[in-house]
């Protein structure tokens, strides 16, 4: 099986997007894929939250239930003043590399690793 993560790092909507589109077609298509959420894309979580006609919102619910967001970066959220949304949407936190996620961790655990 082809093992993906996707890490986000681009808070334009229209990129972040594309990250959700590929995690679902991915699961489609039997690839095991996991997101990660860094850098500027950390504040869409806050959008997300405090927005029910947020763009892309029907997507991001869709990656979420199915438990593909398999990381949101600590140190980036509480940059973006999203920390607080980040814990109320129930996500992983991780910052496990001075705040941030560790690519390495998935490398080690067999993940290609494709970056927005």
Known sequence: MVKIV???FNGDPMCFVHVLLNALDMLENDYEVKVVIEGSA???IKEFHDNPNAPFLDLYKKVKDLKLIDAVCKA???KM???KEVELENL???GDLKGH??????IEQGYKIITF
């Open 6 to 8: 996707l890490f986000a």
């Open 81 to 83: 003043g999203s920390i």
């Open 76 to 78: 980036c959220a509480t």
């Open 42 to 44: 950390t504040k869409l």
């Open 101 to 106: 996620p560790k690519m390495t961790t998935y």
């Open 92 to 94: 992983p936190i991780v």
